[in-house]
Each structure stands twice: as structure tokens, then as C-alpha cells.
């Protein structure tokens, strides 16, 4: 690590090596708007030496059993474990979420990617079939795609990196990872770990940057045969464009707006905490963040007033503050942009119940140039509101009543986006049946985020294309092939 004048210096890591860069990006502490970090700001050259160091890499990496792989998986969460602390640490000043989050989600998740990946590694079946009237055995195998470029959101920095890099290496590939600019210490800092825990060099190669540089030169790179991409719907389109001419396999895990269904005979004292959770958590910055509450009218009124007085409950504070329930928001431009939807939907007549506008945030002075908001919840808001329509992607949540079963899934269905959605009502035969007709790949039912790494996960329609998990995972970082033996 360098660090000139107190700022913390990142490097590129390719070929198992932190090398500098001619130029760098200007990173930001979101709790106080403060520069403390300086990022590569990588291009072409960049990549091209990535892609050589991955491509030395990948026959010894590739050849090694999946036995052997995965107990390098393992010693790299065993590691990632024991620097939990200063991890969550690094990601709570770099996102500018709470240090509470971060120690009990985003680093312990990361360390189970790789734990989850390094057993599932070991447990995947091929199919065989039989054609005996022609003497034929028909099987197939799996190997390993090449050099796999991933991209990855500021959002859930290492949690997010990590569900990429794990399943990408444990099949065999080699990678090379670009972390949104705008957090990549703990991607970094991961680095630092990756040869004591038996990486060989060039396996992961880490390049930081911009997109519109690093991240084109890398998804436009023609010996990049694969690229997983967690991000924006326009970002998932640029990369889809520049991708095409060399008929990439492509992962795009994008945006959603997600809706909370509540019945009239679901358990408040459950759904009230638990939404406003799925409403808040991490600043509203979770894809499968609840954003939309459609609340069934003979219990709106008390529903809207319990859900304000818990969402004024919602504790804003500095991200170090173990008690704060959120922190800063990511940038001053995307709290802007939060604050802008705010504003239209006033604009279009809608009420704000509280946070921002309403309420009053209190914060110490070295925090005052923070990107801080107050949760808001709208409400007497228009479906075709673009605070009903459109992601938001910070703490904003708005609710709205509804009458029947049937109006409601069409209302909810009535977004470009499918990604995730709760369900709450006391009633098994109704949460199972508004489940399979919501357009969503993941419904929650009486409950939210609680995560199967081993079923599929992503969303359709404009949230994404392919699904990330266990059995999926391994299929898009690997090429099958179908072998036929006739005896
Ligand atoms: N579905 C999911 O699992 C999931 C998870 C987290 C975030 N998201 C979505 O991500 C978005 C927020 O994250 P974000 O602002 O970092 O998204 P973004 O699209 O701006 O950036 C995502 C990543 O792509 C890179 N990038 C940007 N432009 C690029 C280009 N032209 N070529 C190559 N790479 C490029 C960025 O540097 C970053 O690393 C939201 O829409 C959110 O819903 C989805
Ligand atoms: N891929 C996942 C994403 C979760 C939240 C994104 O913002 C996951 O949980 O596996």
C-alpha cells in the first residue's frame, strides 16, 4: 500500500503483482464528502496486461481438480475471515454504510461466496443417456470458459465482487475484476490476501477505473470470452453493444422496483420492521430494496401510521456509529438525484410523511458535508408517478393503497423492471398463488433478503439477464459439451 500526503494510494493487481498507475481517480469519505483515497484510473494498457497475465494463468489454474481449487477457495475465506474487522471497517468509509452492516452482512457474506463456492464446486452432477438400438452413450462434461471479466456496483462492494470471483475460479477460469470506482479499497485490500491463500499469480487480476475507460477496454478486449456484470440497465445496454461483435457470454444482474404487498391479514408487528428494513437497509442501496408498498385499503390508515412512526425510528447517523441503522449515501451527485425524485413527486401533488423536507437530521459538524438523507416515505402518489416507475435506488419508499388481489399483481406487474418483491398475508393459498403470478424472480413471503445461495437468483424483464447461484453460476463460467460413444 502507498500513501502520499495521508491519502490512501491503491494499485492495479495483475499478474500477482500491485503495480501504479499514470493516473488516478479522487475517492471519497461519503460521511464527511472528503477525498481520502486515490484510484487508478487504468485503461487499454491496463487490460492488456490483465489479459496476459490471466491467459499465462489459465492452463495451470484450469488444470487443477476442483479438489484442489477449492481448498485454495477455502484458505481465502479463512483469511478474508480473520480481517473481517478491518474489511468492515474499509467498506463502512469507503460506501458510507453503517459498521454495523457491514460487520454482520457484507463481510461475512463475502467470506461465505467463497465458502458456499468451494463446496458446491465439489457436488456438481453431468448428464448422461442411453440410445441402446444404436449402440450410443451420449454424456456431457464441463470445462472452464477462459479469462471471465467482472464487473461489479458500489453498493455491496466485496459481497458483490466476491459472488463473482468465487464461482468464476472454483470452475477452473482465471478473472479479471473491475470494482466500481467508487469503492475499491476492500477489493484492494482482498488482494493483499490472495497470494497467502495459494491464488497463483494471474488467477485474479484486479484493474481499477471508470467504466466508460477500464471497463470498455475490458468488455471489448476479443479474448475476453465472458462477462458478468452487476449494474445500471443503460450500462448493462453499452456493454451489451460493445460486446456483441465478439458474441459474448454475457451475466447482467441490473435494477429493480421492487414492490411490498400487504394484505389485510398479514402480521404487522412482522411486516412493519421487516419493511422498513427492506425499505432503508444500506441507504435504500440494495437492488432488492422495497420501494414501492401497495397496502390493502381496510388497513392502510393503520398501517401508514405505524410504518411512519418505525421508519422515524429509522436512526440516520455516522456510518462508525455501531448504532446508526444508515449512513451516508454513496456520492453527492447520487444523493442529488435521490433528492430530485423527492421533489417531482411534490411536484406532481403527492404527501411526504416524513424525512427529507419534514423532518430534521442532526449531524456533528466534520459531518455536515456528508451525503446524508432522512428515509422518506410518499404517499397519495400516481402509478404512473416516476417515483412509482423508475429505480430510485436510495432511501425512498412509497405506499399506496390497493382493494382486490387481482388489481394489485397488475399493478405491481405494471413496471419495465422484475427483479424482487414481498408478499405478506396470513393466508399459505394466497402467498403461494400472488407469487407465481408476480413478474419478479424473487418473491419473499412474510419475510425479506433471507438469501438461498443454491436457487437461482437475478430478475426479468429489464432487471437483468441470466441467473447467478449455484448450479446457475457454475453453468455460465464453464462451456458444456455433449460426447457421444458409439460402442
Ligand atoms: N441485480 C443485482 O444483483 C444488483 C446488485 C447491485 C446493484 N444493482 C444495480 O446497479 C445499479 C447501481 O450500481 P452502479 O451505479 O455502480 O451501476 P453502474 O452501471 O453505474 O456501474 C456498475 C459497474 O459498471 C462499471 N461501468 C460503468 N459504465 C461502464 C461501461 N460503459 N463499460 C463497462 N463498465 C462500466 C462501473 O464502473 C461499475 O463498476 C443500480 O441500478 C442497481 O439496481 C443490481
Ligand atoms: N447478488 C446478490 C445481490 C444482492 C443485493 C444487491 O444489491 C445476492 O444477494 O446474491
Given at each position: 500500500?502507498?500513501?502520499?500526503?495521508?491519502?490512501?494510494?491503491?494499485?492495479?493487481?495483475?499478474?500477482?503483482?500491485?503495480?501504479?498507475?499514470?493516473?488516478?481517480?479522487?475517492?471519497?469519505?461519503?460521511?464527511?464528502?472528503?477525498?481520502?483515497?486515490?484510484?487508478?484510473?487504468?485503461?487499454?494498457?491496463?487490460?492488456?496486461?490483465?489479459?496476459?497475465?490471466?491467459?499465462?494463468?489459465?492452463?495451470?489454474?484450469?488444470?487443477?481438480?476442483?479438489?484442489?481449487?477449492?481448498?485454495?477457495?477455502?484458505?481465502?475465506?479463512?483469511?478474508?475471515?480473520?480481517?473481517?474487522?478491518?474489511?468492515?471497517?474499509?467498506?463502512?468509509?469507503?460506501?458510507?454504510?453503517?459498521?454495523?452492516?457491514a460487520?454482520?452482512?457484507?463481510?461475512?457474506?463475502?467470506?461465505?461466496?467463497?465458502?458456499?463456492?468451494?463446496s458446491?464446486?465439489?457436488?456438481?452432477?453431468?448428464?448422461?443417456?442411453?440410445?441402446?438400438?444404436?449402440?450410443?452413450?451420449?454424456?456431457?462434461v464441463?470445462?472452464?470458459?477462459?479469462?471471465?471479466?467482472?464487473?461489479?456496483?458500489?453498493?455491496?462492494?466485496?459481497?458483490?465482487?466476491?459472488?463473482?470471483?468465487?464461482?468464476?475460479?472454483?470452475?477452473?477460469?482465471?478473472?479479471i475484476?473491475?470494482?466500481?470506482?467508487?469503492?475499491?479499497?476492500?477489493?484492494?485490500?482482498?488482494c493483499?490476501?490472495?497470494?497467502?491463500?495459494g491464488?497463483?499469480?494471474?488467477?485474479?487480476?484486479?484493474?481499477?477505473?471508470?467504466?466508460?475507460?477500464?471497463?470498455?477496454?475490458?468488455?471489448?478486449?476479443?479474448?475476453?470470452?465472458?462477462?458478468?456484470?452487476?449494474?445500471?440497465?443503460p450500462?448493462?445496454?453499452?456493454?451489451?453493444?460493445?460486446?456483441?461483435?465478439?458474441?459474448?457470454?454475457?451475466?447482467?444482474?441490473?435494477?429493480?422496483?421492487?414492490?411490498?404487498?400487504?394484505?389485510?391479514?398479514?402480521n404487522?408487528?412482522?411486516?412493519i420492521?421487516?419493511?422498513?428494513?427492506?425499505?432503508?437497509?444500506?441507504?435504500?442501496?440494495?437492488?432488492?430494496?422495497?420501494?414501492?408498498?401497495?397496502?390493502?385499503?381496510?388497513?392502510?390508515?393503520?398501517?401508514?401510521?405505524?410504518f411512519?412512526?418505525?421508519?422515524?425510528?429509522?436512526?440516520v447517523?455516522?456510518?462508525?456509529?455501531?448504532?446508526?441503522?444508515?449512513?451516508?449515501?454513496?456520492?453527492?451527485?447520487?444523493?442529488?438525484?435521490?433528492?430530485?425524485?423527492?421533489?417531482?413527486?411534490?411536484?406532481?401533488?403527492?404527501?411526504?410523511?416524513?424525512?427529507?423536507?419534514?423532518?430534521?437530521?442532526?449531524?456533528?459538524?466534520?459531518?455536515?458535508?456528508?451525503?446524508f438523507?432522512?428515509?422518506?416515505v410518499?404517499?397519495?402518489?400516481?402509478?404512473?408517478?416516476?417515483?412509482?416507475?423508475?429505480?430510485?435506488?436510495?432511501?425512498?419508499?412509497?405506499?399506496?393503497?390497493?382493494?382486490?388481489?387481482?388489481?394489485?399483481?397488475?399493478?405491481?406487474?405494471?413496471?419495465?423492471?422484475?427483479?424482487?418483491?414481498?408478499?405478506?398475508?396470513?393466508?399459505?393459498?394466497?402467498?403461494?398463488?400472488?407469487?407465481?403470478?408476480?413478474?419478479?424472480?424473487?418473491?419473499?413471503?412474510?419475510?425479506?433478503?433471507?438469501?438461498?445461495?443454491?436457487?437461482?437468483?437475478?430478475?426479468?424483464?429489464?432487471?437483468?439477464?441470466?441467473r447467478?447461484?449455484?448450479?446457475?453460476?457454475?453453468?455460465?463460467?464453464?462451456?458444456?459439451?455433449?460426447?457421444?460413444?458409439?460402442?
Amino acid at each position: 500500500m502507498a500513501a502520499r500526503g495521508g491519502l490512501l494510494m491503491l494499485e492495479n493487481f495483475i499478474g500477482g503483482t500491485f503495480l501504479p498507475c499514470s493516473s488516478y481517480l479522487d475517492s471519497y469519505d461519503p460521511s464527511t464528502g472528503e477525498v481520502y483515497c486515490h484510484v487508478p484510473n487504468s485503461g487499454e494498457e491496463e487490460v492488456e496486461a490483465a489479459v496476459e497475465a490471466a491467459r499465462a494463468a489459465f492452463p495451470g489454474w484450469s488444470s487443477r481438480s476442483p479438489q484442489e481449487r477449492s481448498q485454495v477457495l477455502q484458505r481465502l475465506a479463512d483469511l478474508l475471515e480473520q480481517s473481517l474487522e478491518e474489511l468492515a471497517q474499509a467498506e463502512c468509509k469507503d460506501q458510507g454504510k453503517t459498521i454495523t452492516l457491514a460487520r454482520t452482512m457484507d463481510i461475512p457474506r463475502a467470506v461465505h461466496n467463497f465458502r458456499f463456492f468451494a463446496s458446491s464446486i465439489l457436488h456438481h452432477t453431468s448428464e448422461c443417456t442411453q440410445m441402446d438400438h444404436l449402440g450410443c452413450l451420449h454424456y456431457t462434461v464441463r470445462a472452464p470458459v477462459g479469462i471471465a471479466a467482472l464487473i461489479s456496483p458500489w453498493n455491496l462492494p466485496l459481497y458483490l465482487l466476491t459472488w463473482k470471483i468465487a464461482p468464476a475460479i472454483a470452475a477452473g477460469n482465471t478473472v479479471i475484476a473491475k470494482p466500481s470506482e467508487l469503492t475499491s479499497v476492500t477489493a484492494w485490500m482482498m488482494c493483499r490476501l490472495l497470494e497467502k491463500a495459494g491464488v497463483p499469480p494471474g488467477v485474479v487480476n484486479v484493474v481499477f477505473g471508470t467504466g466508460p475507460r477500464v471497463g470498455e477496454a475490458l468488455v471489448s478486449h476479443p479474448d475476453v470470452p465472458l462477462i458478468s456484470f452487476t449494474g445500471s440497465q443503460p450500462t448493462a445496454e453499452r456493454i451489451t453493444q460493445l460486446s456483441a461483435p465478439h458474441c459474448k457470454k454475457l451475466s447482467l444482474e441490473l435494477g429493480g422496483k421492487n414492490p411490498a404487498i400487504i394484505f389485510e391479514d398479514a402480521n404487522l408487528d412482522e411486516c412493519i420492521p421487516t419493511t422498513v428494513r427492506s425499505s432503508f437497509a444500506n441507504q435504500g442501496e440494495i437492488c432488492l430494496c422495497t420501494s414501492r408498498i401497495f397496502v390493502q385499503r381496510s388497513i392502510y390508515n393503520e398501517f401508514l401510521k405505524r410504518f411512519v412512526e418505525a421508519t422515524r425510528m429509522w436512526k440516520v447517523g455516522v456510518p462508525s456509529d455501531p448504532s446508526a441503522d444508515m449512513g451516508a449515501l454513496i456520492s453527492q451527485a447520487h444523493l442529488e438525484k435521490v433528492r430530485s425524485y423527492i421533489k417531482k413527486a411534490r411536484l406532481e401533488g403527492a404527501r411526504i410523511l416524513c424525512g427529507e423536507g419534514v423532518d430534521t437530521l442532526n449531524l456533528p459538524p466534520r459531518n455536515q458535508a456528508g451525503y446524508f438523507m432522512l428515509p422518506t416515505v410518499i404517499t397519495d402518489v400516481k402509478d404512473e408517478s416516476c417515483c412509482m416507475k423508475e429505480e430510485i435506488f436510495g432511501p425512498v419508499t412509497c405506499v399506496v393503497p390497493f382493494d382486490s388481489e387481482e388489481e394489485v399483481i397488475q399493478r405491481a406487474n405494471s413496471v419495465k423492471y422484475g427483479l424482487a418483491a414481498t408478499v405478506w398475508s396470513g393466508s399459505v393459498g394466497r402467498v403461494h398463488r400472488v407469487a407465481k403470478k408476480l413478474q419478479s424472480g424473487l418473491v419473499w413471503t412474510n419475510c425479506w433478503l433471507i438469501r438461498e445461495l443454491n436457487l437461482p437468483f437475478g430478475g426479468m424483464k429489464s432487471s437483468g439477464v441470466g441467473r447467478e447461484g449455484a448450479r446457475d453460476s457454475y453453468e455460465f463460467f464453464t462451456e458444456v459439451k455433449t460426447i457421444t460413444v458409439k460402442h
